[in-house]
């Protein structure tokens, strides 16, 4: 069963103390400027608080200091998060999130 999705909350800043609240289960989660609400990133996840904060965090292996990092710049971030029951509910979800803004843009073009 999919749940609701939450409000949007401001990404944490970690050099705070501020943490990701987040299911810790399965779901899919929604991260956007907040300044202008462009989508920066979506996914289904089996932990969703432990997507987010893969996100956010860096990386501290070696090999990290020889390649580009796959973290976001997160001051001007927010997220929001979609609880589901099963990985293969929040897979059909964001799948069904891209079929609709697919038909949406060829739409509006």
Not at 1 to 20: L, S, Y
Not at 26 to 42: Q, S
Not at 44 to 67: E, G, I, K, T, Y
């Amino acid at each position: 069963m999919i749940g609701r999705w939450t409000q949007w909350k401001r990404f944490p800043r970690p050099d705070r103390g501020e943490h990701v609240e987040a299911p810790i289960g399965p779901g899919i989660y929604e991260v956007r400027e907040a300044g202008n609400g462009a989508l920066v990133t979506f996914g289904a996840a089996d932990s969703v608080a432990q997507a987010l904060v893969s996100l956010a965090m860096p990386q501290r292996s070696f090999m990290s200091w020889f390649r580009a990092s796959g973290t976001l710049s997160t001051p001007n971030l927010e997220y929001r998060t979609c609880a589901t029951s099963t990985k293969d509910e929040a897979k059909s979800a964001a799948a069904s999130m891209v079929n609709r803004r697919e038909i949406w843009l060829r739409g509006a073009a």
